[in-house]
């Protein structure tokens, strides 16, 4: 009997370890780190930031409305616009003010024009088929803030208990806010919800989102969506503000790496750092902003011809055909090689030049490629071996049958370079949009600083 009962137990207890072990693989389904639905506008955006003080001559809403048409002809699908709210006056920084000095998050600076303007804007550019965020000033606010009588206890105290500006920063004309008050992240989601409602803004660009807790964005984030599908922007870089409230990131170690580049402190390989972590620890379904100049940027450090040089072209180019979403700063697209003052009138001097052309190649080259989308919508980039790497930057995106080729000298020297590997011959166009064909082996001779496109679309 007890012979006969062995094979039974056995069966049965590998039957047990079956039913065990599939039972257990439920434990480990991967499971989606974003549980945001990107708006549908966003996949294949292209962000242009906007300074209404000094983008025109007036400095007002209506002026730039204006130039709406212009940005819309140009590729623009996201007009992010700087802080429109009034500025504080106590402690000032210049004549006009810094804009992030919020004093009323409920109001308009009287310097940009009044609500309808602001509202006659965001109706043009949705009727151009754009959509406009707003700077979001969330950590803190100007010292003479509309809410400070009514509601001290909403900012933080210094070991003295005064108000103080961000720690360690040289920001004087702020005072932090404290987000352990639950009435103070009602006031401020409150406040968001209203442009969002009454003014038909799209969503916003979070200033130094990280130094805001993760949790008041998540619930700001639900609330906005019950509204409309919004597209949220963080000035930060880090995973954890992808999962329930923004969009996009910024893609700040895209940037330093590329500026190293172009002042000769690295080689082209000095990407594959920055790109082998986007493609390994950051999740497909999240968007990094690159960009080769931002307001603080220029203000503060450098125009993009400061940071890139010669290579501000080639930057400008791995923006739009690598993965992320790409930036516009106000004048990029006319050359403009001045930083622009951040606390006066300095109006943009406005015109054409190599920059303005590429720009429209550009867009024109990512409107048409589906592999160019952003986050999961798009193609991944695959690397091409090539015999030059210190000197050449290549690569593969595709998507179906679509096929985009990018093949970069990163170097202040011209450049040979055999490109290795099959999974990208065939027939393309080149940045012109003229036929040209890839074969095994490719060879090209490339000057200083120069690139190449080929995609499958025209």
Not at 86 to 93: A, F, L, M, S, V
Not at 123 to 140: S, T, W, Y
Not at 403 to 418: D, L, R
């Amino acid at each position: 009997m007890k012979r006969a009962l062995l094979p039974i137990i056995a069966i049965s207890m590998a039957l047990y370890a079956g039913f065990a072990y599939a039972d257990d693989l439920k434990d480990y389904q991967p499971k989606p780190y974003v549980e945001i639905t990107h708006p549908t506008w966003s996949r294949n955006a292209v962000i242009y930031e906007l300074n209404t003080r000094n983008f025109t001559k007036e400095g007002t809403f209506k002026a730039a409305q204006k130039q709406l048409p212009r940005l819309k002809a140009m590729g623009v699908d996201i007009v992010w616009l700087m802080p429109i709210h009034p500025i504080g006056e106590k402690n000032r920084k210049g004549t006009l003010g810094s804009p992030y000095s919020v004093r009323d998050y409920f109001a308009v600076n009287p310097e940009f024009g009044t609500k309808d303007d602001l509202k006659a804007f965001v109706d043009e550019a949705h009727k151009l088929g754009m959509h406009v965020i707003l700077d979001l000033v969330a950590n803190h606010t100007a010292w003479d803030n509309v809410m400070v009588a009514k509601h001290p206890d909403w900012w933080e105290r210094d070991i003295k208990g005064h108000y103080h500006p961000t720690p360690w920063w040289d920001w004087s004309d702020i005072i932090d806010l404290d987000y352990s008050k639950p009435e103070l992240r009602k006031y401020m989601t409150d406040a968001m919800v209203y442009w969002v409602k009454n003014y038909g803004i799209d969503g916003y660009r979070a200033d130094v989102a990280g130094y805001v807790p993760v949790d008041f964005w998540d619930t700001a984030r639900a609330k906005l969506d019950k509204i409309k599908p919004v597209f949220m922007l963080g000035e930060w870089q880090d995973i954890s503000l992808h999962r329930k409230a923004f969009d996009a990131t910024y893609a700040w170690d895209w940037y330093n790496s590329m500026e190293n580049i172009a002042h000769g402190k690295g080689d082209a390989t000095s990407l594959y750092g920055y790109y082998s972590a986007n493609e390994s620890a950051w999740p497909k379904d999240t968007m990094r902003m690159v960009f080769t100049e931002n307001h603080d940027k220029n203000a503060w450090e450098g125009t993009g011809y400061e940071a890139f040089g010669d290579a501000l072209p080639a930057a400008i180019a791995l923006s739009f055909i690598g993965e992320g979403i790409p930036l516009i700063h106000n004048g990029q697209e006319a050359c403009n090689k001045k930083r622009l003052a951040f606390f006066e009138k300095d109006e943009i001097k406005w015109g054409d030049c190599d920059i303005t052309t590429l720009f429209s190649k550009l867009v024109a080259i990512k409107r048409s490629n589906p592999a160019l989308q952003s986050a999961q919508f798009g193609g991944r980039m695959i690397k091409i071996e090539n015999d030059n790497p210190q000197h050449v930057f290549s690569f593969l995106r595709k998507l179906n049958a679509n096929k985009v080729v990018g093949v970069f000298n990163f170097s202040a020297k011209p450049a040979k370079v055999t490109l290795h590997d099959d999974f990208y011959l065939g027939n393309y166009y080149d940045l012109d949009g003229e036929p040209a064909s890839i074969v095994h082996n490719q060879q090209l001779e490339l000057n200083p600083w120069e690139f190449k496109i080929y995609r499958t679309d025209k």
